[in-house]
């Protein structure tokens, strides 16, 4: 059943009953407040900025973990939360606070997260599969497909262009004797685990540098520009005719160590592996392997199994790995197209239509 299908009617809005209340529960801007404020003047959003921790930085959706309410101000904020149809973020950014309301707030209807792969929270949330019919939980996804494409791209050429082996030169202050050649973008193959938003904009970009794609999709059907789809279980078969893998799936029960020794058999040596998706999706250890037998030539790795990297992680210190701390979906215009995204949506909600982007309440994707 796909996310995008899943009607948002049982949801909707009742004629006659009173204003739809928006409350906003994670740090946001003032004027995106005002945009979402504009979608419709009858509905009322509840924003207290006091009673939200400040950004550090551009879509800093948790805010300062220093941050603490008095006692007074925690009943305010939980008054709030608890007096809404729908929820612009999880109540402190977390699952423990999606659970909290869902129990205590009958008249909750629906929740927009901040992250593209929000399932993952939802189901840490124990919230049972009743409730999540009766609150939706919509998630951010394709806001982040552009920056996520350009890191996977980026983590390919790394690969082509034997980016680590520079830097480790120039440190080094070493120019070698012996040249070695690098490879070229166009004609190299792709195959992308996970053609949803992000894995075709990724695709898309590939495509613009010369490369063929293939890739992995639910349902294996045929999409314009990519030379083959299949489903995930013929991934070994679609990653033994790559020259780079690139994962954008979402963590879940039947994506776990998808990526494993299985695939990693089945690569040419010297093959290039970018993870965009979930951490759990890649078998660490076996990739570990993977890169000393150089069946792996270069990873760059975005998202881990345990998050932080645990600084035992032999991942840190390979000389062909790139480790990035869980941030290139990260860019100054989150904030805006998040909210540009709950506009979009709210008037769906109003209107009574399907909302995309729902997260499955039975296998939290």
Excluded at 194 to 215: D, F, K, P, Y
Aim: aromatic fraction near 6%.
């Amino acid at each position: 059943m796909s996310s995008e299908s899943l009607s948002a009617s049982p949801a909707s809005p009742v004629q006659g009953a009173e204003p739809l209340k928006v409350a906003i529960a994670v740090p946001l801007e003032a004027e995106l407040v005002e945009a979402i404020r504009a979608v419709d003047p009858s509905v009322t959003v509840l924003f207290e900025p006091d009673l939200l921790p400040p950004e550090r930085f551009p879509a800093d959706h948790s805010g300062d973990p220093a941050f603490r309410r008095s006692r007074d101000a925690e009943e305010r904020y939980w008054k709030l939360m608890n007096s809404a149809d729908v929820l612009y973020g999880f109540p402190n950014e977390s699952a423990a606070g999606f659970a909290r309301v869902v129990a205590e707030n009958p008249r909750l209807r629906w929740v927009h997260a901040m992250a593209a792969g929000a399932g993952g929270a939802v189901k840490a949330s124990g919230v049972s599969t009743a409730d999540l019919e009766r609150v939706m939980v919509t998630t951010s996804a394709g806001v982040h497909a552009l920056p996520l494409a350009e890191f996977a791209l980026m983590g390919i050429l790394n690969g082509l262009k034997r980016t680590a082996e520079l830097a480790v030169d120039q440190r080094a202050k070493r120019w070698p004797e012996l040249r070695t050649p690098t490879r070229l973008a166009a004609g190299s193959h792709v195959v992308i685990a996970g053609l949803g938003e992000i894995g075709l904009e990724t695709a898309r970009l590939a495509r613009a540098l010369g490369m063929t794609v293939s890739g992995t999709k639910r349902n294996a059907e045929p999409i314009e520009g990519i030379r083959e789809v299949a489903t995930a279980d013929r991934l070994p078969e679609l990653a033994a005719h790559a020259d780079a893998v690139v994962n954008t799936l979402p963590g879940t029960p039947f994506t776990e160590r998808l990526i494993g020794r299985e695939v990693f058999a089945a690569l040419r040596p010297g093959t290039i592996l970018v993870n965009v998706g979930r951490g759990t999706v890649v078998d660490e250890d076996a990739l570990l392997d993977a890169l000393e037998d150089g069946t792996v030539g270069y990873a760059c790795l975005d998202v881990f199994a345990v998050e932080p990297l645990p600084a035992g992680s032999p991942l840190w210190d390979h000389p062909n790995v790139l480790v990035s701390p869980h941030t290139s979906a990260l860019s100054v215009a989150e904030n805006r197209l998040i909210a540009e995204r709950f506009a979009e949506n709210l008037r769906k909600f109003l209107a009574g239509a399907p909302l995309p982007h729902r997260v499955d309440p039975v296998h939290f994707y």
